[in-house]
């Protein structure tokens, strides 16, 4: 007979010490995030409309206005759980915010490929994955997000830890790992970089309409981004790979 079983009061509390806890970790992010999503949103009223709204690139903008509005309520949703320590869980919204980028840049080129995607027979994710970044969608969208986004085998890495076949520890509540932490914001970090790097091309009439703060803004977040990610590399010279595989998506 158990004498305490696991409830939600102590669930509760353990992701307010979690999100303490990563808030005390990650104070140069948890500074400055807020600033990145502030330049998200703005950008978001500076895009301009299609000359002939009936039209291929009347259906891009559609299309592309309308994920560009969902982003920075993913990207806040996903750090939300990450502080709470929800990492498992959050590279769920992870896998979306790549998906939905791709997206962008794939249909940007085939504008005349969207209503027949949307309406009829649907292009797969791995031809427009290869054709903008080669190689990224076996080695980090297929072998990582998508392990975890179906609740592959890996994905017990986030709540269970084995020191042999029949012996090892089950996490109860949430905690601050920073293995968990630092996995998650780092895939964060790039796609957040590309979108606000891509404004003017996906959407042209974007340098022409945008306010001088606005624009001050999406640079200032996209220099921020860019030390982050050159931070990380050097800290952890393996992580190359994975930003040499993401760079042909963010990069310009």
């Known amino acids: 007979m158990y004498n305490e079983l696991m409830n939600f009061d102590f669930q509760v509390a353990s992701e307010d010490k979690t999100q303490e806890t ?3 970790k990650i104070k140069n992010w948890i500074f400055n995030y807020p600033k990145l999503l502030d330049a998200l949103f703005e950008v978001a009223y500076f895009t301009g409309m299609a000359k002939k709204i009936e039209s291929p690139e009347g259906d891009f903008y559609a299309f592309g ?3 560009l509005l969902r982003f920075p309520y993913t990207i806040r949703a ?7 320590g929800f990492y498992f869980e959050s590279l769920s919204l992870v896998r979306n915010l790549y998906e939905s980028f ?7 080129k085939h504008q005349d490929k969207i209503t027949n995607h949307v309406t009829n027979r649907r292009i797969k ?7 903008i970044a080669p190689g990224y969608y076996d080695e980090i969208y297929g072998k990582q997000l998508s392990e ?13 830890h084995y020191d042999s076949p029949d012996s090892g520890k089950i996490l109860m509540g949430n905690q ?14 790039p796609i957040l970089y590309g979108i606000l ?5 996906l959407f042209p009439q974007y340098p022409k309409l945008v306010q001088e703060s606005t624009e001050k803004k999406r640079k200032e977040s996209i220099d921020w981004l860019e030390r982050s990610m050159n931070i990380h590399m050097d800290s952890k010279p393996s992580s190359k790979k994975f930003y040499d595989l993401v760079s042909p998506l963010i990069r310009l």
Not at 78 to 84: D, G, H, P, S
Not at 102 to 108: E, M
Not at 197 to 201: A, G, K, L, S
């Open 197 to 201: 790097n891509y404004i003017p091309i």
């Open 102 to 108: 791709f997206q962008l840049r794939y249909f940007h």
């Open 65 to 67: 206005h309308h994920i």
């Open 176 to 189: 601050y790992e920073e293995r968990g932490c630092t996995y998650s914001l780092n895939q964060v970090v």
């Open 148 to 160: 975890f986004a179906h609740g592959g085998f890996s994905s017990l890495l986030f709540r269970s």
């Open 125 to 131: 994710f791995k031809t427009m994955f290869e054709e």
């Open 78 to 84: 996903t750090c939300v759980l990450i502080e709470k």
């Open 22 to 24: 990563t808030r005390g």
